[in-house]
């Protein structure tokens, strides 16, 4: 019996160790920290399932924090005229597009431990090598965005709302989706970000990422044009799921 629990001591302490793991506990940290300068219900900063995926998680790995408990998680039940978000509370390790996750204090003792948080702010570790090539990053003070090293817009001229929307990604770590940053104004917001995300797409010098909205007018999706491949190569791939008309 020893000899056969030692490798799953090793896969354990492994998980804990997982750089997309302590990404995962950062942003679900993070948004505790805001409930509680708030003194609100933590649930109502609840993290959505896919923000979680975008950092690199999988859903079994989910599963797994859930079963070592440093993660909580349930059903979104909240409507249009509810005051507060509403959930219902789930056994079950199936999940939904309306699955969300708020931390546990096991969750933010483990990342005390290993140095993820400091002070009330969760500090996401850096992404592994692989899933850092994929990932933009915007240079506020230059101006500049890049994916993997290569420059994909270059801004010469101030672009209030298209630095506005890169400064959110940049800010919230990169998820696929982000709700409208724009600040509000007499322009309607939906032609606005509209408009925003055209001018994200256009005059691009390495075509490598792709923005687009999700429907409603209310948030904004990137996607990769190229995916890294191994030793730093690329290979063409247009995002499946992206729409074949009507793109912003």
């Known amino acids: 019996m020893g000899i056969e629990a030692a490798p799953l001591a090793i896969v ?6 997982a750089p997309e793991f302590f990404a995962a506990l950062a942003q679900l940290a993070k948004a505790r920290d805001y409930a509680q300068d708030l003194q609100c219900d933590p649930w109502e900063f609840a993290v ?8 690199g998680i999988s ?7 859930i079963k070592k408990g440093y993660v909580e998680h349930a059903r979104e039940i909240t409507d249009s005229g509810d005051l507060a978000r509403r959930f219902q509370p789930s056994r079950s390790l199936a999940f939904t597009r309306a699955t969300c996750f708020c931390v546990t204090q096991s969750g933010l003792a483990l990342l005390r431990a290993k140095g993820g948080l400091n002070g009330h702010a969760a500090a996401s570790p850096p992404l592994s090598p692989a899933r850092s090539a994929c990932v933009p990053q915007w240079d506020r003070d230059s101006r500049v965005l890049y994916v993997a090293q290569r420059v994909v817009k270059e801004f010469r001229v101030r672009s209030p709302n298209q630095e506005s929307v890169l400064a ?38 390495n ?12 948030r904004v999706r990137w996607d990769p044009i190229e995916t890294v491949a191994s030793e730093g190569g690329f290979s063409t791939s247009v995002p499946q799921d992206a729409p074949q008309a009507n793109r912003p």
Not at 12 to 17: Q, T, V, W, Y
């Open 12 to 17: 354990s302490r492994a998980k804990e160790f």
């Open 59 to 65: 859903s079994s790995d989910l599963r797994w924090l």
């Open 207 to 218: 075509r490598l990422i792709r923005f687009r909205g999700d429907g409603t007018g209310e």
């Open 48 to 55: 959505e399932i896919e923000r979680l995926l975008a950092l």
């Open 168 to 205: 959110a990604f940049e800010e919230e770590g990169w998820p696929r989706y982000i709700d409208d940053p724009l600040s509000p104004s007499e322009q309607c917001p939906k032609h606005r970000l509209r408009d925003t995300i055209k001018g994200l797409n256009a005059n691009q010098k």
